[in-house]
């Protein structure tokens, strides 16, 4: 296609860290990979819920979540890889319309795990385009510094569903690992959440 | 047809009573009933997938949210949900799946042999308690023991509902 991901200016790190800065009581879960890395990196928290797994499940946990949490914001951030194996969920979450949940592409078309193979939206497949005729009634893809400032608040809290592209830089960054104990990772997000075991 | 056509309430009943709030669910002809008496409920979340492992990771979401679900399929949809069950091993979430088995008894389709033949054993390999029923009698008591085991003991559980309890169905496809 045109220019290639790896000279986009947007870079994951900071989106994920600005979006996080005020998340107030937000419910956070980070598809497996970059975007785990990523919500880690910007502070662990008991109500992120980063994925070591799960492919393509990431939306739809989100989903579960929303709808069992209205008065919470859900905001699902995840790579396009895993969007991508899951897509099928964003027809399931635009049929359910929760109001509450946001989901963020970080869309640096590659599998960034695997040795930054190319995913389907390095030739072009439009993350925002599927969402858009799914029926998400908030949509955007964000290429510039300024368009995300303007979308931030959106993202944070707009009547969704709603549904962003970030294209960011493909780059090796450094791991920055979450706790990888499953039943851990449940157990704190509930206690936090729930007060409950 | 059926051997009784009281099972999907008896199941609807045992869903109430156990405070499941979502209900995902890939349609099969056998589930007709209980879809529709899910969607009517106004405690109850019906939620449609493109395809049943979504619902695996949905009631996950569910549960970290604080409710309870259980899912719906035919058995060609288990063998769709087997990666995604390790989401629910690994983190050791409570799962209720409720199965209609195709492919065991006067199965038109030979392609739904494959998998009705082996979708108790595969979820099995996947770390699911699988229990078969094929009494339309004991479905009721089998559901509410599997959530029992599942939502107190944090574990992935499936009733197996046989294809002789539902009927054998032709290309007719009727309603219920």
Redesign the interface.
Known sequence: MSESSESFGLRRRDIVAAILAKRGDALVIGGLGSAAWDITAAGDSPLNFPLWGAMGGTVAIALGLAIAQPGRRVLALSGDGDLLMGIGSLATVAVQAPGNLAIVALDNERYGETGMQETATASGVDLTGIARACGFPIVATIREEAEFAAALPRIRGAAGPCFFTIKVRAEKLPLVLPPKDGTELKQRFRRALLGAS | MSEATTWPDDIFRVLRAADI??VAYVPDAGHTRLINLCRADKFI?A?????E???????????????R?ALLMQSSGVGNCI??L??IT????PLLTLVTMRGQWGEFNPWQVPMGQNSGEQLRLAGTLVYPVDEAQRIGETVEQAARLAFEGGISVAVLIAQRIIGSKTFGKSEQ
Do not use: D, I, K, P
């Not at chain 2, 939620?47 to 395809?51: A, F, I």
């Not at chain 2, 492992?53 to 409710?67: I, K, M, P, S, T």
């Open positions: 709030r979502q979340r939620v449609g997938l493109t395809t492992e979504e619902g695996v990771a949905l009631l996950a979401g569910a549960w970290l949210g604080g409710q679900g990666n995604m390790s989401l690994q983190c050791r979430f």
